[in-house]
């Protein structure tokens, strides 16, 4: 069976716009992903190291921040559970499932799974940084006119297309 | 009001509202076309631009529509999270990604979106966040100085600009929209496509009006506080507005009375002045208190009568004008502030030679409250300033 087609851009702009302003009336917070994989990254670390963790600035200012507990019982885990869901039904509706490691015509996989990974590395490095992804700073940031998330979100746009250039045979 | 969470949805029913909200998240993103790197890095190229109408349209449909929650009093958007600015963090976090957007050609949501539907590259992305992120706890005494400099608290963008918050909506869907005009034309020169790029056909048209409407309409919700305390500058308008007044005997006899559960005091001095003098039944508010949620409950208690009080009428007729606005009912303002509840009632000087029975009731009654007032205001434990135990929610990434 053939792939069904994408939706509409701006129709999807306008559902996700009102999925974000349902999520803040009821929970006062917006959406967020990249808080799940550092909830994930911070229990994986205290469950094979807890001296390490307890003994390690980072993990205890965490613990201080989300007020102790399991760092699982944190909302956007929940979330991020819930967009694996969402995608894979909507993937599944849609004929989409399958496995495939994408890449551009000029790449080698080797090359693929090599930038997939540092990219990913950096997007950790930078949403800790940045206090949020393209999700939790940049769109929510933009729905409540934050300032930090609005500079972040610039920041991220001036950084993809500063480095492009260099990237362009992974690709084009 | 909003937010809904912790009162109306406690905190455990709220991982369900996230797991749902995720779900819908989660198809919003697939349905998008989000679920592939080759057509999310397709904005960096200039062959595909879809990454960039889904964003910044639910971005502006977002930021229009939290101004619609704030201005119709259904969220406390001091409740709402606010992402604070660290200035070079941020800058220096959103290069990062940046890079890590063209390098890996994902972002953490869309990865998580990619990997659902069988995405190999999309998985090992995320392996390599999760990677990321234990770089930065390790590393965490490197970055450190970076991550904490330039603190700048949780301002929102119109108030580092220092400019309404409409005009600032506005600056952003116009903005918006020429990224749309400009992200097409690019988009059709690289795929080589000839077609103009608004053509009059009702699909180009009716996103042209609805992109009008949304521009516009960023004015049709002016900011709650900013418009109310306008309106209560101009003297006439406010001292023409109708509002139920209480004589200073009237008030001075509901302070006596201690049957009576249903007086409310909501003073408005400072609190330096509120904690010399504070009357019984009376809970301290501030005209940022008018919009916040906790507070409103206190004003919204059933069978009571709220009497605004300050020194002069007039700050108590611009409250209780404000008030008004947000809907509120049962409102009444002491005649002529507590300076006259002062100079008539708890400094009373009783007049010589009453000519009537009037004069002597007032003497009788007054001379009594200025010996008793003084003790229940003495006796008082105020319930001072308004309680708030709600925080801000904790949230961002």
Same mark, same amino acid.
């Given at each position: 069976?053939?792939?069904?087609?994408?939706?509409?851009?701006?129709?999807?702009?306008?559902?996700?716009?009102?999925?974000?302003?349902?999520?803040?009336?009821?929970?006062?917070?917006?959406?967020?992903?990249?808080?799940?994989?550092?909830?994930?990254?911070?229990?994986?670390?205290?469950?094979?190291?807890?001296? #390490?963790?307890?003994?390690?600035?980072?993990?205890?200012?965490? !613990?201080?921040? #989300?007020?102790?507990?399991?760092?699982?019982?944190?909302?956007?885990?929940?979330?991020?559970?819930?967009?694996?869901?969402?995608?894979?039904?909507?993937?599944?509706?849609?004929?989409?499932?399958?496995?495939?490691?994408?890449?551009?015509?000029?790449?080698?996989?080797?090359?693929?799974?090599?930038?997939?990974?540092?990219?990913?590395?950096?997007?950790?490095?930078?949403?800790?940084?940045?206090?949020?992804?393209?999700?939790?700073?940049?769109?929510?940031?933009?729905?409540?006119?934050?300032?930090?998330?609005?500079?972040?979100?610039?920041?991220?746009?001036? !950084?993809?297309?500063?480095?492009?250039?260099?990237?362009?045979?992974?690709?084009? | 009001?909003?937010?809904?969470?912790?009162?109306?949805?406690?905190?455990?029913?709220?991982?369900? +509202?996230?797991?749902?909200? *995720?779900?819908?998240?989660? $198809?919003?993103?697939?349905?998008?076309?989000?679920?592939?790197?080759?057509?999310?890095?397709?904005?960096?190229?200039?062959?595909?631009?879809?990454?960039?109408?889904?964003?910044?349209?639910?971005?502006?449909?977002?930021?229009?529509?939290?101004?619609?929650?704030?201005?119709?009093?259904?969220?406390?958007?001091?409740?709402?999270?606010?992402?604070?600015?660290?200035?070079?963090?941020?800058?220096?976090?959103?290069?990062?990604?940046?890079?890590?957007?063209?390098?890996?050609?994902?972002?953490?949501?869309?990865?998580?979106?990619?990997?659902?539907?069988?995405?190999?590259?999309?998985?090992?992305?995320?392996?390599?966040?999760?990677?990321?992120?234990? $770089?930065?706890?390790?590393?965490?005494?490197?970055?450190?100085?970076?991550?904490?400099?330039?603190?700048?608290?949780?301002?929102?963008?119109?108030?580092?600009?220092?400019?309404?918050?409409?005009?600032?909506?506005?600056?952003?869907?116009?903005?918006?929209?020429?990224?749309?005009?400009?992200?097409?034309? +690019?988009?059709?020169?690289?795929?080589?496509?000839?077609?103009?790029?608004?053509?009059?056909?009702?699909?180009?048209?009716?996103?042209?009006?609805?992109?009008?409407?949304?521009?516009?309409?960023?004015?049709?919700?002016?900011?709650?506080?900013?418009?109310?305390?306008?309106?209560?500058?101009?003297?006439?308008?406010?001292?023409?507005?109708?509002?139920?007044?209480?004589?200073?005997?009237?008030?001075?006899?509901?302070?006596?009375?201690?049957?009576?559960?249903?007086?409310?005091?909501?003073?408005?001095?400072?609190?330096?002045?509120?904690?010399?003098?504070?009357?019984?039944?009376?809970?301290?508010?501030?005209?940022?208190?008018?919009?916040?949620?906790?507070?409103?409950?206190?004003?919204?208690?059933?069978?009571?009568?709220?009497?605004?009080?300050?020194?002069?009428?007039?700050?108590?007729?611009?409250?209780?004008?404000?008030?008004?606005?947000?809907?509120?009912?049962?409102?009444?303002?002491?005649?002529?502030?507590?300076?006259?509840?002062?100079?008539?009632?708890?400094?009373?000087?009783?007049?010589?030679?009453?000519?009537?029975?009037?004069?002597?009731?007032?003497?009788?009654?007054?001379?009594?409250?200025?010996?008793?007032?003084?003790?229940?205001?003495?006796?008082?434990?105020?319930?001072?300033?308004?309680?708030?135990?709600?925080?801000?929610?904790? *949230?961002?990434?």
């Amino acid at each position: 069976m053939e792939e069904t087609k994408y939706m509409n851009p701006y129709l999807a702009g306008v559902l996700l716009g009102l999925l974000l302003i349902t999520t803040i009336y009821i929970t006062g917070r917006g959406l967020g992903a990249s808080g799940a994989i550092k909830s994930y990254a911070v229990t994986v670390v205290e469950t094979l190291t807890p001296t #390490h963790t307890a003994n390690t600035k980072f993990y205890q200012e965490y !613990g201080k921040e #989300h007020g102790g507990g399991n760092p699982l019982m944190n909302w956007l885990v929940f979330e991020v559970t819930g967009v694996l869901i969402g995608a894979f039904l909507s993937g599944l509706i849609s004929n989409r499932l399958d496995f495939k490691l994408e890449k551009g015509p000029r790449t080698t996989t080797g090359i693929r799974v090599a930038g997939a990974l540092i990219g990913g590395l950096l997007w950790g490095v930078g949403s800790q940084l940045g206090r949020g992804c393209t999700s939790g700073a940049a769109l929510s940031g933009m729905a409540v006119m934050s300032t930090g998330g609005i500079i972040t979100m610039f920041a991220i746009f001036a !950084g993809a297309y500063l480095f492009a250039y260099f990237f362009r045979k992974f690709w084009i | 009001m909003g937010p809904l969470v912790p009162d109306l949805i406690s905190n455990n029913l709220n991982f369900i +509202v996230a797991l749902i909200i *995720g779900i819908l998240f989660g $198809v919003i993103l697939e349905q998008a076309g989000f679920s592939t790197s080759k057509k999310l890095v397709g904005l960096f190229y200039g062959y595909d631009f879809t990454v960039l109408r889904v964003f910044f349209t639910a971005g502006i449909v977002a930021m229009i529509g939290v101004m619609g929650l704030e201005h119709f009093s259904l969220v406390d958007i001091n409740l709402v999270y606010v992402n604070p600015t660290f200035l070079w963090s941020g800058i220096v976090g959103g290069l990062i990604m940046g890079l890590g957007f063209v390098v890996g050609g994902f972002c953490p949501g869309t990865s998580v979106c990619a990997a659902a539907i069988g995405k190999i590259d999309a998985m090992i992305f995320i392996v390599g966040a999760f990677l990321g992120v234990l $770089v930065f706890a390790e590393g965490y005494p490197l970055f450190e100085g970076l991550y904490k400099t330039s603190n700048l608290g949780s301002p929102r963008f119109f108030e580092t600009l220092n400019m309404s918050q409409n005009i600032f909506a506005f600056i952003m869907v116009v903005f918006a929209l020429a990224a749309f005009w400009f992200a097409s034309i +690019v988009e059709n020169k690289v795929n080589g496509v000839v077609k103009p790029v608004f053509r009059f056909t009702p699909y180009y048209l009716s996103i042209g009006a609805v992109g009008i409407i949304m521009a516009l309409s960023a004015f049709i919700f002016p900011e709650r506080k900013a418009s109310l305390t306008q309106l209560v500058e101009n003297k006439e308008f406010v001292q023409s507005y109708n509002i139920d007044m209480m004589t200073v005997d009237e008030f001075a006899y509901q302070l006596l009375d201690e049957r009576d559960a249903k007086l409310q005091v909501i003073d408005f001095r400072n609190e330096k002045d509120y904690s010399k003098m504070s009357l019984p039944k009376s809970t301290l508010f501030t005209l940022d208190n008018l919009f916040e949620k906790e507070p409103n409950k206190v004003l919204s208690v059933r069978h009571k009568i709220n009497v605004f009080v300050a020194d002069d009428e007039l700050t108590e007729r611009k409250m209780a004008i404000i008030a008004n606005e947000l809907g509120y009912k049962h409102i009444k303002i002491l005649q002529g502030g507590l300076n006259a509840f002062n100079n008539q009632i708890l400094n009373f000087k009783p007049i010589e030679n009453p000519k009537n029975i009037d004069e002597v009731y007032q003497n009788r009654f007054r001379t009594k409250a200025a010996a008793v007032i003084p003790v229940l205001i003495q006796n008082n434990k105020s319930s001072g300033p308004v309680k708030k135990t709600q925080k801000r929610v904790v *949230g961002g990434c």
